[in-house]
């Protein structure tokens, strides 16, 4: 096993406990209860808070700050959650990652996620696989992000709000209803279409998009309620076959604070 390297300035609590080859650097601050997986490398300045648990080759850039108390009035800091970085995860400089406020509960980041610089993280989200945020986007406490979304830089989006797999959410956009999975996204909650790049690039078929481009026209170009228009689809004679179809119909029958819509619905 390789011993890590732990820069001379770093403080470092004696009851965390951190993998092998982890590089910590200057100024950084790790506190008790706080594990690091193998490989990992936290840059100069950086803070872990307690009860943290970051995974393996995962780089925490500079000033960034994992774990921290929610910014919510009502939190005791007494209360023992945490948050959780899946492997291969990489924060970018001035990132902040907030800790539950929930007895026990964990704030996650997914693995193999990108948080660009200065993107935040509040309590209680879940961040699924393979994320991106990009420069200063904003997640309020309780969202949750399928794999493989993307957030442009600037993007705000409103706590409690879902947002499917695969979606892409553009740069300064307001986010305060739920997203389907495959979506794009820009403005104030105005859906322009399937992310057909994203699709393509994940080796979706043919048959998925067509698929996909159907309950998007059935759902969401549509006035009127989405629910009960996914509740027509799966009863009625054009309910979608393949897994993808399947999901972005099923989306519409969860949640609670509604759905962007098209343009051309409104």
Do not use: W
């Not at 200057?26 to 506190?31: D, L, M, N, S, V």
């Not at 950086?46 to 995962?58: E, F, M, P, S």
């Not at 699709?199 to 969401?220: D, F, H, M, P, S």
């Amino acid at each position: 096993m390789s011993a890590s390297s732990i820069h001379a300035t770093a403080i470092v609590d004696p009851e965390a406990e951190l993998g092998s080859n982890v590089t910590v650097g200057a100024y950084c601050i790790i506190e008790a209860g706080v594990s690091v997986g193998d490989g990992s490398s936290i840059d100069s300045h950086a803070i872990i808070k307690r009860l943290t648990r970051v995974g393996k080759d995962v780089r925490i850039g500079h000033f960034s700050v994992v774990g921290g108390d929610p910014q919510h009035l009502s939190f005791d800091s007494d209360i023992p959650s945490s948050a959780v970085l899946g492997d291969g995860a990489r924060l970018g400089e001035g990132v902040t990652v907030h800790r539950s406020m929930y007895e026990n509960g964990r704030t996650v980041i997914g693995r193999d996620c990108f948080l660009m610089g200065y993107s935040h993280v509040a309590h209680d989200c879940q961040v699924g696989d393979r994320t991106i945020l990009a420069n200063g986007a904003l997640l309020g406490g309780h969202v949750i992000l399928g794999t493989d979304v993307f957030v442009g830089g600037g993007a705000g989006l409103h706590q409690f709000t879902r947002v499917g797999e695969g979606a892409m959410i553009g740069g300064l956009s307001e986010i305060s209803a739920d997203i389907p999975p495959q979506v794009t996204v820009s403005g104030r909650n105005r859906a322009c279409g399937l992310n057909l790049i994203g699709l393509k690039r994940r080796g979706v078929t043919r048959e998925e998009r067509t698929e996909l481009k159907q309950c998007y026209r059935e759902i969401l170009m549509k006035k009127g309620n989405p629910t009960l228009f996914a509740k027509l689809m799966i009863n009625g004679s054009s309910s979608p076959k393949t897994s993808l179809g399947i999901t972005f119909v099923e989306f519409f029958l969860e949640g609670d604070r509604g759905f962007v819509r098209s343009h051309s619905a409104r």
